[in-house]
């Protein structure tokens, strides 16, 4: 007993501390692969540089039935297909990646060669601006580069196309940023819609979109797309078919907080809101919606009925509307949160500790409601993305995303993991236990 106490005293003093593992390994890669059409489809694409290993990483993830989907931005040229899923079927521990819909709508409608210099880059931050290319595509379904999808209540996969290739070499704006939705069930689009230009900024990066829907009020359904670059948040309604840019300051990063060390890269991020999630249904039928900046420790909150008044939100009357929630301290930086109505638990990324959290919103947002479910510096190197499924899987993507933008990732070792547990267990023995 005195020994399990100090050694969680003493997992509470550092950064890094390894834990009894609750999250199981289920897919693992040293690179990616994809299943192609032919084998010489295949050749054919590495010939051209349509496809260099090396330059695929896995960045977001997605669980609906036996599909996992698995997002591959295209930060460098070569990289295969953007939208993919593995067959959660399958035996195999690093399967090859299918591309959704189908091979053709991943297909880019213009040539991106791959650098020929191999220097490291100086990440998003330090890329160049992109070069606006843009193209008419021949099919509305085409997905040019995705970073964050969501499955909503309604068997749709809504996916955010930033339309940008080669982000990290010469940037290309081929198509403009825009929600695109699938129908799962039928595997069919069903709308694309592109954010309007005046509602995005010189420095505007879309990277995440969280969904707001109920399975009841399918066209009643919105999108919350952050702007991590330009630190707003655009609101689009379904039913109207049209968006709107929001703005406030806690959408900007803390100075205090823009400092990173994850797995021996040192590096400084300006991002600003970029985690989302939408809270339980009140009794009076709102939600909250939770936020936080990429670069900053604290959590804020907001009504979904507020951000859904475009007039009242984008007047000065609602800067009060936009409530402080609590902190999550010292190195608490998060890429992604999630809400488990069946736990009522936000389970949240800490990249700073490699770690998973857990905080439950019956309680206040303080250091002592904090869990943490699992920390491990070998498998959960800079978690990148999270879901819960309607089983109550929690499913986390790590992917070695520092290592990749400002060094060289070792083709040799495994590099990107993607880990489940179930949602109980994952909370058993820490503040967020009902």
Request: aromatic residues 12%.
């Given at each position: ?107 880019l409608p213009i040539e991106v060669a791959p650098q020929d210099a191999k220097t490291p880059s100086g990440g998003r931050l330090d ?107 655009i609101v689009y309604s379904f039913r109207d078919d049209r968006s709107y840019r929001v703005k406030h300051n806690f959408f900007h ?182």
């Amino acid at each position: 007993m005195k020994a399990h106490f100090f050694a969680t005293l003493l997992c509470m003093g550092i950064v890094f501390c390894t834990i009894e593992a609750k999250l199981e390994e289920k897919f693992s890669w040293k690179q990616l692969e994809f299943e192609w059409p032919s084998e010489e489809a295949e050749k054919e694409a590495t010939s051209k540089g349509q496809y260099v290993p090396e330059n695929n990483l896995p960045l977001g993830l997605e669980r609906w039935n036996n599909k996992l989907f698995v997002t591959v931005p295209r930060w460098k040229a070569g990289v295969a297909a953007t939208l993919n899923y593995i067959d959660l079927n399958t035996d195999q521990k690093s399967p090859k990646l299918r591309p959704y819909p189908s091979w053709e709508t991943n297909t880019l409608p213009i040539e991106v060669a791959p650098q020929d210099a191999k220097t490291p880059s100086g990440g998003r931050l330090d890329a160049d601006k992109p070069q606006s290319t843009e193209t008419e595509l021949k099919d509305n379904a085409t997905i040019i580069s995705t970073f964050r999808i969501q499955v909503d209540a309604c068997d749709r996969l809504w996916v955010l196309d930033t339309g940008l290739a080669d982000i990290l070499g010469n940037p290309k704006q081929i198509t403009p940023n825009s929600i695109v939705i699938f129908d799962l069930k039928k595997d069919k689009l069903v709308r694309r819609f592109n954010i309007p230009k005046d509602q995005t900024k010189e420095d505007s990066f879309f990277a995440n979109i969280v969904i707001d829907s109920e399975r009841n009020e399918c066209d009643d359904a919105y999108a919350y797309v952050p702007d991590l670059g330009a630190y707003g948040l655009i609101v689009y309604s379904f039913r109207d078919d049209r968006s709107y840019r929001v703005k406030h300051n806690f959408f900007h990063f803390d100075p205090l907080q823009g400092d990173f060390n994850v797995g021996g890269v040192n590096f400084q991020w300006t991002d600003g809101v970029f985690g989302l999630a939408v809270g339980p249904l009140k009794a009076d039928h709102t939600k909250d919606i939770y936020f936080h900046a990429l670069a900053s420790t604290k959590e804020f909150k907001v009504s979904n009925r507020v951000l859904q008044n475009e007039t009242h939100v984008t007047s000065p009357a609602a800067y009060y509307d936009f409530k402080f929630v609590g902190d999550r301290g010292m190195n608490g930086q998060s890429t992604t949160e999630v809400y488990d109505k069946d736990t009522d638990v936000i389970f949240y990324t800490q990249v700073n500790k490699d770690a998973i959290a857990c905080w439950n919103v019956k309680r206040p947002y303080d250091l002592e409601s904090q869990g943490l479910i699992d920390s491990d510096s070998h498998t959960l190197v800079f978690p990148n993305d999270m879901k819960v499924d309607n089983e109550g899987n929690v499913w986390v993507l790590s992917d070695k995303m520092p290592t990749y933008l400002y060094k060289e990732l070792d083709p040799s070792a495994v590099n990107y993991r993607i880990l489940s547990g179930n949602n109980r267990d994952l909370i058993k023995g820490t503040p967020c236990e009902n």
